[in-house]
């Protein structure tokens, strides 16, 4: 309800039909927690300004937006190791370990490499529940799911062993492949 006009109002992001439209605005996110999945509008994405952003703990301000507080956000807080120890504590999603404030769910892990291989068959080609294609659907999932891992950001690069950067860091990747395999018998294929 709009408190000025009485009228009601449509909420943020609940117009994106979607999942393209529903990125291309940037309060808003896709939620494909639920079945079907929806868009709906980011936590942070009601704080406009550095100050109210910054006021909401869950909150972190990143240049121009004010997005979803990270365990890797507290050191861009602080320059003091101190301060920036205690606030990394103070959010039970996270903890401090070796100089780095690390998500509680994967800081005690090791850096660890997941290779996902998929099924790039004809199989995948098919319809599968709301996706069109079992293809969109398994990549749609691996997408989000990959979201949630503390991804190391390097390209294929060694960890470093020993150091506060490898602990609980995650390397990816995707491999698709087919069980359907072109034979040359007699320079013809098969």
Known sequence: MNSTTNLC???????????VTCHEDLVCEW??????GKCKEKFCSRYRDHASCNSEPACHWDFSTCSDKTCSNYAQDSSDID????????????FWHDNVCVDVHYGACPTMDIVVLFDGSAS???SFGRHPRGYE???EMLRDWSLLLPLANDLGKAARPG???AKGLTRIAFIQFS?????KINGVVK
Do not use: R
């Not at 939620?31 to 079907?36: E, N």
């Not at 301060?83 to 039970?92: G, L």
């Open 9 to 19: 109002q449509e909420k943020p992001c609940v117009g994106h039909a979607d999942e």
């Open 31 to 36: 939620d494909s927690a639920v079945a079907p």
């Open 83 to 94: 301060e920036i120890h205690c606030a990394c504590n103070s959010n039970p999603e996270c």
């Open 124 to 126: 995948m080609a098919q």
């Open 137 to 139: 659907a398994l990549l």
């Open 163 to 165: 150091t506060g950067y």
């Open 179 to 183: 069980g359907n395999e072109n034979k």
